[in-house]
């Protein structure tokens, strides 16, 4: 299992910033995504990052707005996000892929889940 804890969520307004942090401990993984779940929604995917490698994908809701990165040494990824709306309120995942493969873009494709924080972004 990988565990995985993340940081960073908070109160913005429109058109602010925030930068989620997730570290990553325990076995091996091979890709790390983003997830959000708004209250009443479905958990959707929010933007990936392969590793090794560093290909990266974005859901189009956050395409232009957002970037995923990554720290080989520290096991972390960041997802830098500006021009928030309050469409992006939700509550923020970071998730595991420990299998090899294309580049997962949904929740079912990872392992191992984070606890979640959340971002609410005011009007």
């Known amino acids: 299992q990988v565990q995985l804890l993340e940081s960073g969520g908070g109160l913005v307004q429109a058109g602010g910033s925030l930068r989620l942090s997730c570290a990553a401990s325990?076995?091996?993984?091979?890709?790390m995504g983003w997830f959000r779940q708004a209250p009443g929604k479905e958990r959707e995917f929010v933007a990936a990052?392969?590793?090794?490698?560093?290909?990266?994908a974005y859901a189009d809701s956050v395409k232009g707005r957002s970037t995923i990165s990554r720290d080989n040494a520290k096991n972390t990824v960041d997802l830098q996000m500006i021009s928030l709306k309050p469409e992006d309120t939700a509550v923020y995942y970071c998730a595991a892929e420990r299998n090899w493969g294309r580049l997962a873009t949904t929740a079912e494709e990872y392992d191992d889940w984070g606890q979640g924080t959340q971002v609410t972004v005011s009007s």
């Open positions: 990052i392969r590793w090794p490698g560093g290909s990266t």
């Open positions: 325990g076995r091996t993984f091979y890709a």
